[in-house]
């Protein structure tokens, strides 16, 4: 059925069915970034703790442990919600691909309650042990989980882009390998830059929290406590922004081999051609395929896709125009690489000041904390245009190859309504989460805990 806009126009259920799930997958993305970095951040934390029997960085890793339990809880609601809407918006796509996603699909709830275990565990057991490494060390499984759950749902996620593990036989997966088609071609790539842009990203929004704090400190007992943090977290940003820019420079390179449209359409890169120019920003006529406004740097889109400037890069002419995919995918290209550009910058910046003394006095200036306040928001912002490229490239394939969006959509009733009380639904559960983890922390000073901590110890 289809669903009537305010125009009296037919409103394509297809499109609805599309706007409701990207909405979803925009919300979740935001709590399965921090689900996959946070634990890494707090274990890090705590380990220099420990080495350096600090209580400050014990006090970092305990508050940071606490308010991470409320994003795993909605993030458990939001990840519940994407597994319902595959069967009710993509009910084609399940039927016919449902068994052979089946294995990561299950593997990745595994993992998610064997995370959940073990924070509860590491959540109730301060200062419950002789040892001080005993504790430490049960966040290891949480980071196991974390991160492990986010190895399977992106093995699904790559089993769209790259599948593999089965036979086509009259319009039916058959002879299921599930071991191959959860380790398609794209899962290793895939996997490594999910986990190296969620840590980037953790490290960022924890940074950005500091700065605030100390551009807003009402507590001035808090001022070392914040600054300790925003130390750790860029040069952790520094260390984790070149591991995410590794991992985007495998995936062009990868894009370059088995999706080479999609590589295109990131760049509006029309024709095929070596010394091919990486195309930054600009406006594009779709008629005549001319590229106005736009920063062109020679040879660079070549040496992406392959090393070398001489390397030949297939352009979106070579395919049939019906599978090109939107080229608005340019935009967030550009975005997403802006963004994380702009972290590497702050962070690298904020890490000279700590090499030079003469540039000692600009660390925890305000030009220096108003940059590092951005990093947090930029971060984010990055994941979010990183996933609307990667599924929005993939069109107009549901799973490349073998099913179209078009095809694999829902046809019943109602999803307009249905779009309206999720988009209510997101928005609770944004600004209750949100005011939760203020309220947390607005009237409790870390120098408390730290003080607690230290008496705990012995420490004077």
């Known amino acids: 059925m289809s669903q009537i806009n305010k125009k009296g126009d037919i409103m394509d259920s297809v499109e609805l069915a599309r706007f409701l799930t990207a909405m979803t997958l925009a919300v979740?993305?935001?709590?399965?970034?921090?689900?996959?970095?946070?634990?890494?951040?707090?274990?890090?934390?705590?380990?220099?703790?420990?080495?350096?029997?600090?209580?400050?960085?014990?006090?970092?890793?305990?508050?940071?442990?606490?308010?991470?339990?409320?994003?795993?809880?909605?993030?458990?609601?939001?990840?519940?919600?994407?597994?319902?809407?595959?069967?009710?918006?993509?009910?084609?796509?399940?039927?016919?691909?449902?068994?052979?996603?089946?294995?990561?699909?299950?593997?990745?709830?595994?993992?998610?309650?064997?995370?959940?275990?073990?924070?509860?565990?590491?959540?109730?057991?301060?200062?419950?042990?002789?040892?001080?490494?005993?504790?430490?060390?049960?966040?290891?499984?949480v980071i196991i989980g974390g991160s492990f759950s986010a190895f399977f749902i992106t093995a699904v996620n790559s089993f769209m882009n790259t599948p593999a593990g089965f036979e086509m036989k009259h319009g039916k997966m058959v002879n299921v390998e599930p071991l191959a088609a959860m380790f398609n071609d794209s899962f290793l790539i895939r996997s490594f830059h999910v986990v190296a842009t969620a840590f980037m990203t953790m490290a960022f929004v924890l940074a950005a929290i500091a700065a605030f704090k100390l551009l807003k400190n009402k507590f001035k007992k808090d001022t070392e406590y914040h600054m300790k943090a925003l130390k750790l977290t860029m040069i952790l940003g520094v260390i984790f922004t070149l591991g995410s820019m590794l991992a985007g420079d495998l995936s062009a390179k990868f894009l370059h081999q088995e999706q080479p449209e999609k590589l295109a359409a990131y760049e509006w890169h029309f024709e095929s051609e070596s010394n091919a120019d990486l195309v930054l920003f600009g406006s594009l006529d779709e008629k005549t395929q001319e590229v106005s406004g736009a920063i062109k740097i020679p040879g660079l889109l070549s040496f992406l896709a392959d090393n070398s400037t001489k390397?030949?890069?297939?352009?979106?002419?070579?395919?049939?125009?019906?599978?090109?995919?939107?080229?608005?995918?340019?935009?967030?290209?550009?975005?997403?690489?802006?963004?994380?550009?702009?972290?590497?910058?702050?962070?690298?910046?904020?890490?000279?000041?700590?090499?030079?003394?003469?540039?000692?006095?600009?660390?925890?200036?305000?030009?220096?904390?108003?940059?590092?306040?951005?990093?947090?928001?930029?971060?984010?912002?990055?994941?979010?245009?990183?996933?609307?490229?990667?599924?929005?490239?993939r069109q107009p394939w549901m799973v490349r190859g073998y099913l179209k969006v078009a095809d694999a959509a829902t046809q019943a009733g109602g999803l307009t309504l249905v779009t309206i009380l999720f988009g209510l639904?997101?928005?609770?559960?944004?600004?209750?989460?949100?005011?939760?983890?203020?309220?947390?922390?607005?009237?409790?000073?870390?120098?408390?805990?730290?003080?607690?901590?230290?008496?705990?110890?012995?420490?004077?």
């Not at 990183?386 to 599924?391: D, P």
């Not at 409790?444 to 705990?456: G, M, N, Q």
Request: hydrophobic share 50%; glycine share 8%.
């Open 28 to 141: 979740h993305i935001i709590f399965a970034t921090i689900g996959v970095g946070m634990p890494v951040m707090f274990a890090i934390a705590e380990f220099i703790g420990i080495k350096k029997n600090n209580p400050i960085y014990t006090t970092l890793a305990k508050r940071w442990s606490k308010g991470y339990t409320i994003t795993v809880a909605v993030g458990v609601v939001t990840g519940t919600i994407i597994g319902l809407q595959l069967s009710l918006l993509w009910p084609t796509f399940m039927q016919m691909g449902g068994h052979v996603i089946a294995l990561p699909l299950f593997m990745e709830t595994f993992a998610f309650f064997f995370e959940a275990i073990f924070l509860s565990i590491y959540l109730y057991t301060w200062d419950r042990f002789k040892g001080k490494w005993t504790h430490f060390l049960i966040s290891i499984p």
């Open 311 to 393: 390397t030949e890069v297939k352009g979106l002419n070579e395919f049939p125009k019906e599978l090109h995919p939107p080229m608005i995918v340019h935009y967030y290209f550009d975005l997403m690489v802006s963004m994380g550009v702009f972290c590497l910058v702050i962070s690298g910046l904020f890490i000279l000041t700590l090499i030079f003394k003469k540039l000692r006095k600009l660390t925890f200036s305000k030009p220096m904390l108003y940059g590092a306040l951005l990093t947090g928001p930029a971060a984010m912002l990055a994941i979010e245009f990183g996933w609307f490229l990667t599924e929005q490239g």
């Open 425 to 460: 639904l997101y928005f609770v559960l944004l600004f209750t989460s949100a005011y939760v983890l203020i309220r947390m922390f607005k009237e409790k000073p870390a120098y408390k805990d730290v003080e607690s901590i230290a008496k705990e110890r012995g420490d004077t």
